[in-house]
């Protein structure tokens, strides 16, 4: 199902360069076909060992000489604890399957469900597994499936999953989240922990997930032959930190203090701060090392500059580009021929299956039909007022319908809406005037 509907997507969109297959891996033949890069998500740790080697074997034989693979998967030792909310939420439908009890579809996950409750509020375990009973609980239907009710679901240690890796001829790089491979820990620690692995940086990160209680990861691999070549290193040079460019958008408390990422981190470094207030100023620009360095004058220097966007990178908390992103203003502004056909698929269909994902791929655009639609009223031809009168006009006609009860005029509330979407349309550069040096 999900193959048919993305080939409609696909011709839809009128793509001449991406195509879906619904194949048995195992059945493969395209002998000749070659990939720079393969990715295999959410897949390994939920199928079977035959079929996690001919995953390994595909990748042996298909990736090219200089290639890179992305292979998803569960880790111990943060499954471990896991594992039990799993275990007794199957073992509670085993329970009521032999007293006849429907345990298909969602009712396995509420019963499963009701014995995490029942075991936090009376079970004896250490406050690690009780404390997952609620984690667990919290989470939704589809993950549950995924996670807690599939056939198969094998965690691994990243050790045990180099060596699997290594009899095929592959070998683990570092993690997708360099944190997972980079994390940040003390100079006593990591003395401790060179000692013991020496040059072995997959025992390295090893010893990281049982300091971490890592429970995922997402390996880049690449052919054992390269590993030679590549150097991993704890050790990053200002200038490659310099040629590349940078974007964020940060925003204060009540106590005009910064609060960034999903964690609600509060910034109480002055030095971050002025940091975040320079970088946020040019958003949706990008902006570079020298920038920075040169607005600040002396209150920040390169070093300084440097660690702070390592951290902030490493946290996943600041967009990183090779080009430099400029938005150029233009009183009329045009969705870009580019994206015109991706915005009219959310225009057209009321239940979309894919998700509107902007520049940085990690907000989402959040194009439903209202949204999408006015999206496309940026065509270059009209102002922004011009647009707000057509709303207005929509409006009269009860076709749309506007929130306010907070006692705003409809006309204010319209013009603040559609500031909102030209904004989103130019921070995600779906605008024909953007320039990309």
Known sequence: VQVDEGNKIIDFLGLKNIRIYHKN????????????????????????????????????????????????????????????????????????????????????IAYGKGILEFLDEYSGLNKRIKDNFSYVAQKNDYYLLHEYFEVYNTPFYIYDFNELLETE?????????????????????????????????????????????????????THTDNIKDINISRNIKIDSIKALNYRGFYVKNEEGKYVIGEDKEVVESEKKALFLETVAKHYPNTVTVDEIEKELENKLNTVEICEILLVLVYQRKIEVYNDKLTVKKEEKLKISDRYRKYVEYFAETKFPVISSYGLSGINDLGLDLLRANVFLLFDGTRTDDYIVEILKAKHARDEIKVDNTDSKAVETILKEYVATMRTIIEENFLNKWTTHD
């Not at 390994?44 to 034989?61: A, M, P, R, T």
């Not at 997708?176 to 401790?192: G, V």
């Open 25 to 108: 891996i195992l059945d493969y033949n395209e002998h000749f076909e070659q990939f720079d890069y393969i990715i295999c998500h959410g897949v390994f740790s939920w199928v079977d060992e035959n079929v996690q080697k001919g995953i390994l074997k595909f990748i042996k034989k298909h990736l090219t000489k200089n290639g890179l693979a992305m292979i998803s998967y569960n880790t111990y030792p943060g499954w471990k604890s896991l594992e039990v909310s799993k275990d007794a939420m199957k073992f509670r439908n085993r329970m009521l399957a032999k007293q006849d009890k429907d345990v298909t579809g969602k009712n396995q």
């Open 169 to 221: 001829g592959l070998s683990h790089v570092v993690d997708s989240y360099l944190q997972k491979s980079f994390p940040f820990l003390s100079n006593e620690i990591l003395d401790k922990i060179e000692n013991d692995c020496q040059n072995d940086y997959i025992g390295k990160e090893q010893y990281y997930d049982y300091l971490t209680d890592c429970q995922f990861r997402s390996s880049i691999i």
